[in-house]
């Protein structure tokens, strides 16, 4: 799977490459084929740090506002979709930062877990994942993943989407989220056990 | 349960977190290794990774699901708006237009350009004979009312009249500015340049003094004609 994801990606980055050419060059249809493309992926990012639909709506224009501003000058160095990404993350810290929410909770990478934490997260995928997920009504567990998600804090929230939506290898969430690559590893790590528990306390809470 | 427990006492977090790379394929030949090595010999690491492997499809489903259904229709007009207003000179007009606008003016001028005299020509001939069959009608009814000061209406030979010979000189390089008909001959002014108007002669045979005074198109008729 995950050379299948770097195969798709390079072909990707090599498309993205082209249509980056025939925006400089003055085509507007790229633009728009990049936009098409990415609208869902930076929505779903947005969403997934955000939590809010009109919010993320309002991400997504002012990525690609900022896209199109920037884009003429884009190097290359990266590829497109880890610039982009940055961009996605940045604006979105940006709007957390302004709108100074605070957060339901956060778990803290170096915090120790305890015995009955442990428990509870090595039983959740085989007691709530593989039976009881198909068993349950789609609609409710929607809203237990959602709680779930609410409960992480934006950094886990950020690493998990790059990961597991978009896929991006360690180096690269290493180079959009500006961190070193042992660290990716670890807040990964951290990131998927708060999200196990987490998930396990909006099942037990209903 | 105390399996699970037991497995828990054992597993480092060093090496839950080298099970979570291996899950994601991001580990070295010889942690590879190492894994697989301690995965065949302990049951309970097997477990883990069908675990790991279960949460990331569990999250992967929690974020998608507030995506999928999302519509995002109307984002690349709205973000063009919003460049539009930020920046009105930045580039987002659709290039099908651009292409089709920039295309009639391009072969406009490759048209009437110099380096094509004759095409030039041929073009400023059919464009002088197209002005000319506005103005004049010959023989034809106009549907315009009589109150209008249509060129139309004031055809100087509404039965007879016919268009014949016609002569060029100059080129053509803008457009019409000015339409005058007098002693036979229509004449035709392009305002490209103010120090050598382009001019085009067309002869009418059969025209009159009288009535090409009458056939003098005012601005109204002039603009809607061309």
């Known amino acids: 799977v995950a050379a299948n ?73 990266s590829s ?26 956060d778990y803290d990478d170096t915090r120790a877990q305890t015995p009955d934490e442990s428990r509870g997260a090595t039983t ?30 934006d950094s886990h929230r950020k690493i998990l989407v790059l990961r597991e939506i978009e896929g991006l290898s ?15 590893m670890s807040r990964l790590f951290h990131a998927r056990q708060n999200f196990q528990k987490a998930f396990q306390s909006a099942q037990a809470n209903g | 349960l105390n399996e699970e427990l037991n497995m828990n006492t054992t597993l480092s977090e060093d090496f839950e977190a080298l099970l979570h790379a291996y899950v994601d394929g991001e580990v070295t030949e010889a942690e590879r290794a190492r894994v697989e090595n301690e995965r065949s010999a302990n049951p309970d690491i097997q477990k883990k990774i069908e675990e790991i492997e279960s949460l990331r499809v569990l999250a992967a489903e929690a974020f998608s699901s507030a995506s999928s259904e999302v519509d995002l229709g109307g984002v690349y007009d709205g973000i063009m708006s919003r460049i539009a207003d ?22 406009f001028k490759a048209m009437f350009s110099v380096e094509r005299p004759l095409i030039g020509f041929g073009a400023a001939a059919c464009m ?78 059969g025209e009159t003094e009288d009535n090409a005074v009458n056939a003098q198109p005012d601005a109204s008729n002039e603009s809607r004609g061309l």
């Open chain 2, 128 to 205: 002088v004979a197209a002005i000319a069959l506005f103005v004049w009608s010959p023989g034809q009814e106009t549907t315009s009312p009589p109150s209008s000061p249509s060129v139309a209406n004031h055809s100087p030979v509404p039965s007879k009249g016919a268009r014949r010979g016609m002569e060029l000189e100059g080129r053509l390089t803008g457009s019409v500015e000015k339409l005058q008909i007098a002693e036979g001959i229509t004449r035709v002014e392009f305002a490209d340049d103010p120090d050598t108007p382009m001019v085009v002669w067309h002869e009418i045979e």
């Open chain 1, 5 to 77: 994801q770097a195969e798709e990606r390079q072909a990707r980055a090599l498309k993205d490459k082209a249509l980056i050419a025939g925006f400089v060059e003055g085509d507007t249809r790229a633009f728009r084929s990049l936009v098409e493309h990415y609208q869902r992926k930076v929505y779903t990012i947005a969403h997934g740090i955000l939590r809010n639909h009109e919010d993320s709506m309002d991400v997504v224009q002012d990525v690609f506002v900022k896209v199109h501003r920037h884009l003429p000058k884009f190097k290359g160095d």
């Open chain 1, 124 to 153: 959740l995928a085989t007691t709530h994942l593989d039976g009881p997920a198909r068993a349950l009504d789609r609609k409710e567990l929607r809203q237990q993943m959602n709680k779930a998600l609410d409960m992480l804090s």
């Open chain 2, 86 to 107: 930020e920046d009105p000179d930045a580039q987002t007009q659709d290039p099908t237009t651009r292409s089709l606008i920039e295309g009639v003016i391009a072969s």
């Open chain 1, 80 to 105: 497109f979709y880890t610039w982009l990404y940055r961009i996605v993350v940045n604006l979105c810290i940006d709007r957390k930062r302004r709108a100074a929410k605070a957060r339901m909770v």
């Open chain 1, 170 to 184: 360690y180096e690269e969430l290493a180079d959009v989220l500006e961190l070193a690559k042992g660290t990716v």
